[in-house]
């Protein structure tokens, strides 16, 4: 029997997770995500790939992964029946019947994370946010980050993977915008490495404490670097905001995900 392949845009918090990809023993989001697939289908075998693996902590507003199932459902129905075998810190958003070639990591033609950034203590922040208790320069940080802005090697800002073919990413934008005491970063670009999106906004910050020139920072570019990672931001405050297909519109409004004044 042929499979019909459905895509799912899920958002989830992953405090309590160790991370998105399978593992043996431990709780992982895509290990939710496939339990619920075969209570609600039916089917023993189902699973699920995803457009990305997020590390433990990380959080996501707009994760995307393909399931083929051997039952055809309508696609609000499927929701909501996998919402009801899911616990309340992962949410399927949307389910959307696809063509076979579809898939969820190789069709992508790129991604967003955003990350906070707070700058007080607050009740919320230790989850959603890194409180950085030194004053930023947000000015000399934006600058920083368009030295990162393009096609470059990203060695220095990546942790050591034996399946990375390339370190080359091509970093199409990062914005930095304050709202009230939360700063909030957002990193788009065509695929990222391991670590790299919270190596770069560690890097942005030690950028903005003065502990770090823009010097040094063109030379992590220009001399890539295997060397452990210098600065990498905690996992906290990272969210996978979205993953683009062919024809999906870019940018759009930053919404912080906290309300700090």
């Not at 499979?3 to 593992?23: A, H, M, P």
């Not at 609600?40 to 995307?64: E, F, I, K, N, P």
């Not at 906070?116 to 203590?121: G, M």
């Not at 009230?180 to 957002?186: A, E, K, S, T, Y």
Request: charged share 25%.
């Amino acid at each position: 029997m042929r499979r019909k392949r459905y895509k799912l845009t899920i958002e989830y918090d992953g405090s309590r997770y160790r991370g998105w990809q399978l593992q043996p023993n431990a709780r992982t989001i895509q290990g939710e995500i496939i339990a619920a697939l075969r209570r609600a289908s039916g089917d023993a075998t189902a699973t699920c790939t995803g457009a990305g693996r997020t590390d433990a902590g990380v959080h996501a507003l707009g994760q995307v992964a393909h399931t083929d199932l051997t039952t055809d459902f309508h696609p609000g129905e499927l929701c909501t029946a996998l919402n009801q075998y899911l616990a309340p810190d992962i949410h399927v958003l949307r389910v959307e019947p696809v063509p076979h070639w579809f898939d969820a990591r190789r069709s992508a033609v790129a991604r967003s994370y955003l990350y906070q950034i707070a700058l007080r203590r607050g009740a919320f922040v230790k989850d959603y946010a890194w409180w950085v208790q030194s004053p930023l320069d947000i000015a000399r940080m934006q600058h920083a980050a368009e030295l990162l802005e393009g096609m470059h090697d990203f060695r220095s800002f990546a942790r050591a993977d034996r399946g990375t073919r390339s370190y080359r990413v091509l970093l199409e934008e990062i914005r930095i915008e304050q709202h009230g005491q939360l700063v909030v970063v957002r990193l788009t670009a065509s695929h990222f490495l391991w670590h790299m999106a919270r190596a770069i906004v560690g890097t942005l910050v030690r950028v903005g404490t003065g502990t770090v020139s823009d010097d040094v920072l063109l030379d992590y570019l220009e001399h890539p670097s295997p060397e452990p990672l210098r600065y990498l931001a905690p996992a906290a405050g990272l969210f996978l905001e979205r993953v683009y297909y062919a024809g999906d519109p870019r940018g759009g409004p930053i919404t912080p995900l906290l309300l700090l004044r």
